[in-house]
């Protein structure tokens, strides 16, 4: 079963805008992952928060965690062309299970 | 850039056929993992092995099935291909304990079958 669930299915910005998405899971969590797909490719990893972190940055990415609503959001500051691909939050419940991947994001930053 | 490689990454079959997608990585990773993509993006784990002859099955029930007699390969076979399989498949891995959890992907195989 889907653990995480992503929000909004698409969206779609101007090249310098910030993007913000949204993840929601159900189950208590070890860490939650963000990860990127380009078209037709694999998933790269992004960032990781761990549950007892609440936010995280890594140059133009920050992560917010809230553990008490279940919910997590990627944001992309002065987005560019270049960042359209999609986005997947992933969760587990400890380091000994697999991830869970949510359903994605698919942004588009349009120049 | 991760050194996991998958291949074919493009496949296109008849119905019936016999299919292994291979999947290697160089890291040394004890946990490899396959997962199924459908066009509407979204990931679902099929297998995984946490070492050498430890194999176990996902959350999507598959009738594909897969082998771990070394640590760096990860091959997944379809013993009778069929059109509901066709779909991208990912291969990742990740090491052991909670230093780096993430995942390193390939760069998938799309199969298609006729």
């Known amino acids: 079963s889907q653990q995480g669930e992503e929000d909004p299915q698409a969206l779609s910005i101007q090249e310098g805008e910030n993007a913000t998405m949204n993840c929601s899971y159900k189950?208590?969590?070890?860490?939650l992952q963000w990860y990127r797909q380009n078209s037709g490719r694999g998933l790269v990893h992004l960032i990781l928060i761990r549950s007892n972190e609440r936010e995280k940055h890594s140059g133009r990415l920050r992560v917010t965690l809230d553990t008490s609503k279940k919910s997590s959001s990627l944001l992309i500051t002065a987005s560019r062309a270049a960042d359209t691909a999609s986005y997947f939050c992933a969760t587990d419940s400890s380091g000994n299970t697999p991830l869970v991947f949510g359903k994605g994001t698919r942004l588009s930053v349009i120049a | 850039e991760a050194d996991i490689y998958q291949t074919p990454r493009y496949l296109v079959i008849g119905t019936g056929k016999k299919i292994t997608l291979e999947c290697s990585q160089t890291m040394g990773h004890d946990k490899m993992y396959w997962y199924q993509q459908d066009p509407g993006m979204e990931l679902h784990l099929i297998h995984y092995s946490y070492g050498v002859n430890s194999t176990e099955k996902g959350d999507l029930s598959s009738e594909s099935t897969v082998s771990r007699i070394r640590t760096e390969h990860f091959p997944l076979t379809l013993e009778s291909a069929r059109p509901s399989h066709t779909s991208q498949y990912l291969c990742?891995?990740?090491?052991?304990?909670?230093?780096?959890?993430?995942?390193?992907f390939g760069e998938g195989s799309r199969l298609t079958v006729l």
């Open positions: 189950t208590s969590i070890n860490n």
């Open positions: 990742a891995s990740s090491e052991v304990g909670g230093g780096r959890p993430e995942l390193f």
